[in-house]
């Protein structure tokens, strides 16, 4: 019996718990209210999203802990998903308030010069581009995975994410003046990439 109870415990060790969650959620606050920002493209809606991941991580079903980081990413894209509904067929558009509110710190502070034309640009994005991009390009999800996720046809996602790059090439290509497409994506890429797990810069 006590051979069994160590076990028990030793397994309970290998999973996650709520605490651990919410630690998970503290250290990586900003890390993870820009990846709430970066898909919904609203401030007041990034943080509903961190709140409903961190939630949904505390309450939800055993996970590694290993796994735990990656996990509470998963859980903000699937609660962004639910509050946005990125639908491929829908063309509506981001209104210059969303885009000007959302450039915005999860502390109110508006973000870094560099990172703030990046975000900008994202947020000029339909919304299932959006999504689309975030998901497969800065997150570096599968193609399969994005789909199963979005509720979408391999075909939609593809070309969903063709049109953001082009977009996002186009913007980077505008700022840098003389820097050629690839050039200009890579450096988009790059600063989102960072900026998605690190603290937001602020202005000196």
């Known amino acids: 019996m006590i051979e069994v109870t160590s076990i028990s415990k030793g397994q309970a060790n290998l999973y996650a718990t ?121 997150e570096g999800y599968s193609d399969r995975d994005c789909a199963l996720l979005l509720g979408c046809g391999r075909e939609s996602l593809i070309a969903a994410r063709t049109r953001a790059l082009q977009q996002m090439g186009r913007v980077g290509k505008a700022q840098s003046g003389q820097q050629s497409d690839a050039k200009s994506k890579e450096k988009s890429f790059s600063l989102l990439k960072l900026g998605a797990r690190t603290p937001l810069a602020t202005p000196a």
């Open 18 to 138: 709520a605490s651990d969650f919410c630690r998970i959620f503290k250290e990586d606050m900003q890390n993870l209210y820009l990846l709430s920002l970066l898909l919904t493209a609203d401030s007041e809606k990034a943080e509903q999203c961190f709140v409903s991941g961190l939630e949904d991580c505390a309450n939800g079903n055993q996970v590694f802990r290993e796994w735990a980081r990656s996990w509470a990413r998963r859980a903000i894209i699937k609660n962004a998903i639910r509050l946005i509904a990125p639908d491929p067929a829908n063309a509506d558009g981001i209104s210059n308030a969303a885009v000007s509110a959302a450039t915005k710190d999860s502390s109110g502070n508006p973000a870094g010069p560099e990172l703030r034309a990046e975000l900008t640009a994202v947020f000029g994005l339909q919304p299932f581009e959006r999504f689309a991009f975030v998901m497969s390009v800065l």
